[in-house]
């Protein structure tokens, strides 16, 4: 596949602007890395070595899914096309350059059309396990009135559950489980061993799903007890032993169950922060496999239930299975059309989205190389976005220059800031850590937009990190030093009021390109006399034949122009004044 890129054409390796450009991946193999087979690389989207070339025609195709647009702006960032157009140099940014390709999560599977139906057991369940005496001394730590409720997994593998009264608790109750698995001698070991451990009753429901009528509906709970009394009550259902809710595990058995038949998983979560901690890991790995998979919790079917922690336990307590049943068939049809209601307003936005920017692109405007995010106007109006804060297309060292550090505000003399003081009408020194506070500010507020097809448009927030901060202090400091040396200003001295030029005494206003860093703070007022009280210390203390040698002499200290061929020596007594001019 060829893809056409707008705003260049290419011409042996000349770039022609407003024409069309092929774009052509056999022209950018040497960026991309080598997979074990033929003709194959990785691809810089996903990460995956199923990137496909034909060395023939250039067509090329990701088998892991990837849109060949994708590819492409991953390999030739449309950004880079607009700088090229607009006549502007591109530079990828620290991110770009440093990140490795992170494999994009693919979007949930949609919910299958037509009738869904719970996978219900065929024959009444007879081994639901129970409760019962210690049958061996209890782990460490545990009362002997605890009892025990043995889970099986497989021949060899079970879990225990040990259950015993504790007033202090939500439940009356305290529980804990171990795992158990048998030794080839056949002697048991309270461990989890070396093999693996599949879903609890997975076998059984994946069995019983081949029965239903319509699309299978498995549910799956949090906890063995909760699949047995679903099981009571004739509902099939599996679940997972307390270690087993890794994505290795979990993805292995849904894909069990995709390939078994089953439509949708119906994970029955509890409401606190590790239920819904385990619906995200499932969610993430029903995507993976392409099953469908929605979250219910109980308090949605039971509104009423005694405990944070209720279950289907309780909510059976509180009805009869047939209105249970009917409940939760509500919800999953409930989810089920809120989640195809979301996805379709999720596709229109990105539609909409996309549209603009589309139009954007297929139009012909100029693009203000100075402005390198004007691209991404119309995607930061319609997520109603900052876009003064947007840094997509430049570096965020760039951004900082020309948001943080403006040139009309800020400068540098000798690898030092200083910043014009409107108050004070002088440019002030700041200190380094000032500088550094602004940039790690400035690199929270920055975002960069990125779109995929799984996704749309998703904002993320790379720059704060301590490495573009260290960036972009180097990089402003070098772009506000001045070129060339900054003009001689010794003549010129500030006060309040005025800038007085000591050559020939012509007061002017304040200016920034007289680069005073200093002001007298008081206003100059030309041939004022002395004061009287200070005229009367003179005259007594050093005679009024002095005054104008006084006079002549601490001019100069005031004037930076003055020749320093001489200098005063003041004779006298102790506590005479001395000090007072000197």
Known sequence: MVAVLKGQESVGRSVMPEAFASFDIRNFQDQLEPSKAKDKFICPVCGGNDLSIVPETGKYQCFNGCECKHVREAIKPWAEVVAERAGANYTPSLNRLAAKPKRILPKSAPIPDGELGLVMLTDTATDIPQPKELTSRPPKGLPGSATET??????????????????????????????????????????????????????????????????????QHEGEGCVEVGRANGLCGFTFQGSGWDKKTITSEYQRAFDSGVGIIVFLHDPDDTGLKK?????????????????????????????????????????????????????????????????????????????????????????????????????????????????????????????????????????????????????????????????????????????????????????????????????????????????????????????????????????????????????????KPCPEVFLKFLNESFGSELVEVIRAFTSMFLDPTAPYGRFPHLIGLSGGGKGTLG
């Open 279 to 527: 619906l995200q890991t499932c969610s993430e790995c029903a995507a993976e496999v392409g099953i469908a998979f929605i979250g219910i919790s109980p308090n949605s079917i039971c509104p009423d239930l005694p405990y944070k922690s209720s279950d289907i336990k309780e909510i059976l307590g509180q009805m009869e299975i047939p209105e249970f049943i009917r409940r939760l068939e509500q919800e999953i049809h409930a989810a089920v059309a809120e989640r195809k209601q979301a996805e379709r307003s999720q596709q229109a936005e990105s539609e909409t989205i996309e549209k603009e920017v589309t139009d954007l692109s297929n139009s012909k405007i100029d693009i203000d190389p100075a402005d390198p995010e004007a691209f991404y106007l119309p995607v930061c109006t319609a997520m109603n976005l900052p876009y003064s804060n947007c840094v997509t297309s430049g570096t965020f060292d760039g951004w900082a220059y020309r948001k943080v550090f403006p040139q009309t505000e800020w400068m540098v003399v000798n690898s030092s800031f200083y910043k014009w003081s409107q108050e004070n009408l002088v440019w002030q020194h700041q200190d380094d850590n000032k500088a550094y506070k602004l940039l790690a500010d400035a690199g929270e507020s920055a975002y960069k937009l990125s779109y995929t097809k799984t996704f749309g448009w998703r904002i993320t927030k790379p720059y704060e990190t301590n490495a573009h901060k260290e960036s972009a202090f180097k990089y402003c400091r070098s772009r506000l030093e001045p070129a060339e040396p900054l003009p001689t200003n010794t003549h010129l001295l500030g006060f309040k009021n005025c800038v007085v030029d000591l050559r020939t005494g012509e007061q002017m206003p304040h200016r920034q390109d007289f680069y005073l860093t200093n002001i007298i703070p008081h206003d100059y007022e030309a041939n």
């Open 150 to 219: 043995i889970y099986p997994y497989s021949e060899s593998q079970w879990i225990v559950r040990y259950q015993w009264s504790d007033a202090s608790k939500e439940k009356g109750y305290e529980k804990t489980f171990r795992q158990w698995h048998r030794l080839p001698d056949g002697t048991p070991e309270m461990r989890k061993g070396d093999k693996p451990w599949g879903a609890y009753r997975i076998d059984e429901a994946l069995a019983c799903a081949k029965s239903v009528v319509g699309t299978p509906a498995l549910l």
